[in-house]
């Protein structure tokens, strides 16, 4: 039995003569079918990713409403509870709220006597087709002061 060097059994393998007949061949040509697939089976699982990101990304906005809303409650209901305070509790829970959220779907009320609860309503903005509608609804209630 003779011992080849490394280099030699490499090369020797590379061109098929590593004593495994046609076993280099079939795989190159089960290569060259396969091409491609790992894309096809990407693009085809893309929109599947895409809307998963957007029911995310909607998620996280109709967090960032209901977090806006719950503090323009808060300050509605601090400023009408309060005797010293200036300004018109309805304005100053708008002007708490972020522009992009404070437009049409704002909506403020009030009750009470002993103790005021504001109730601030904001639309949630849509980033996913078909879910308009989606309507943040805080509360607050302060001791008058």
């Known amino acids: ?67 806006q809303a719950g503090t323009a409650a808060r300050a509605g209901a601090r400023t009408a509870a309060s005797y010293d305070a200036h300004g018109d509790p309805e304005s100053v829970a708008r002007s708490s709220v972020s522009g992009w959220l404070s437009g049409d779907g704002f909506g403020y009320s009030q ?8 109730t601030v309503q904001v639309k949630v903005p849509s980033v996913v087709p078909g879910l308009d509608g989606w309507v943040a609804t805080r509360s607050a209630t302060m001791p008058r002061e």
Do not use: W
């Open 111 to 118: 009750s009470g006597g002993e103790d005021i609860t504001a």
């Open 1 to 67: 039995m003779t011992t080849m060097p490394y280099s030699a059994r490499v090369r020797a393998g590379r061109a098929g003569g590593s004593g495994r007949a046609g076993k280099g061949r079939d795989r190159g040509q089960a290569r060259g079918r396969d091409r491609g697939q790992v894309a096809l089976e990407y693009l085809g699982f893309l929109p599947l990713l895409l809307l998963v990101a957007m029911g995310a990304v909607q998620l996280g906005i109709a967090a960032y409403a209901a977090n």
